[in-house]
């Protein structure tokens, strides 16, 4: 496992992430000792860097994550959001965000976690983020509760406005950086790199689209989006790749990237994800990946407040 450190924090993450939404049965129900067994398969195979959130699963998630990484808190750099509690369920008062992580931690059985990051921000007021979100989450820090903040969210613009108003340790974004766009590269990239800022990426599979089972009914992206995704299913298919296991290995090797999160809920998940450690894309295949994308490369689809959007 590959280790790169985390902005200008002290933590070191694995470049493969534990994404613990699928924990929480976001996507289907799991087997709760499967999903416990995955997270101690994870640890032993390196990945030390575990991502959750109260959203996920309306608790479940962090619930079983914290079941699961009993014995195992010292090992792992764990970080959970705060803000969003539900599919149209946001908060980003101090008196949430305050009250939110003792919940938290008491889910997670543990009494701080390393990060703590203001969940999809492109839904909350700029204002509100800067003034009284992110100083909420500093006072959390300076009681030891968490070692390091940031924000997450899909919009480029927002997050950046943000972290220009007010220093944050972190910023995790998705969908914007994998086989289909890379639109991080023109200007988030450069802005974390100036302001010391980690950078997480998660959706390497462009929340399902680079699949062979293609993107689920509610995924916001156009046809010609989803259609493209098939394109590139098929091609890597073609010569004898795993469309996914490929799209994967894109992500990891961005340099600028920390890590890239990457749901997982059986260790049969874990072992086809490590595959991707070992695979080298071969430069002519990933041409024509790119001339297939070309009519749909970096489009992206409205989230958050209009005002947010871009």
Request: charged share 20%.
């Amino acid at each position: 496992m590959q280790y790169r450190q985390l902005g200008n924090t002290s933590l070191r993450v694995s470049i493969l992430g534990f994404g613990a939404s699928p924990l929480g049965d976001v996507f289907h129900l799991t087997d709760p000792a499967e999903g416990a067994a995955t997270v101690h398969l994870a640890v032993e195979r390196g990945i030390n860097f575990f991502d959750v959130s109260p959203y996920y699963g309306l608790t479940l998630a962090e619930t079983r994550l914290g079941e699961a990484l009993v014995g195992l808190r010292q090992q792992v750099v764990l970080a959970t959001k705060c803000g969003r509690y539900g599919a149209d369920e946001f908060d980003f008062s101090a008196a949430r965000i305050t009250a939110g992580i003792e919940d938290s931690l008491s889910r997670l059985r543990t009494d701080y976690v390393d990060l703590l990051q203001a969940h999809d921000v492109e839904f909350g007021d700029v204002r509100q983020i800067v003034e009284e979100t992110v100083p909420a989450m500093r006072k959390l820090q300076a009681q030891g509760k968490a070692r390091f903040i940031g924000i997450t969210g899909y919009s480029l613009k927002n997050l950046m406005a943000i972290a220009a108003q007010v220093p944050v340790d972190t910023i995790l974004t998705y969908c914007r950086y994998n086989l289909m766009i890379d639109d991080i590269d023109s200007a988030l990239i450069p802005f974390a790199q100036q302001h010391g800022i980690g950078i997480i990426n998660a959706s390497p599979l462009h929340m399902g689209i680079l699949t062979e089972r293609g993107a689920p009914a509610w995924h916001p992206a156009p046809q010609p989006i989803r259609d493209a995704g098939q394109r590139i299913v098929t091609l890597c298919r073609q010569h004898g790749l795993d469309a996914s296991e490929l799209a994967l290995r894109f992500c990891l090797d961005h340099p600028s990237v920390a890590s890239t999160l990457v749901g997982m809920s059986s260790r049969a998940h874990v072992e086809r994800n490590l595959k991707s450690l070992d695979l080298r894309i071969d430069p002519a295949l990933l041409q024509e990946i790119r001339a297939t994308v070309a009519p749909v490369a970096n489009l992206t689809w409205p989230s958050g407040l209009p005002e947010n959007f871009g």
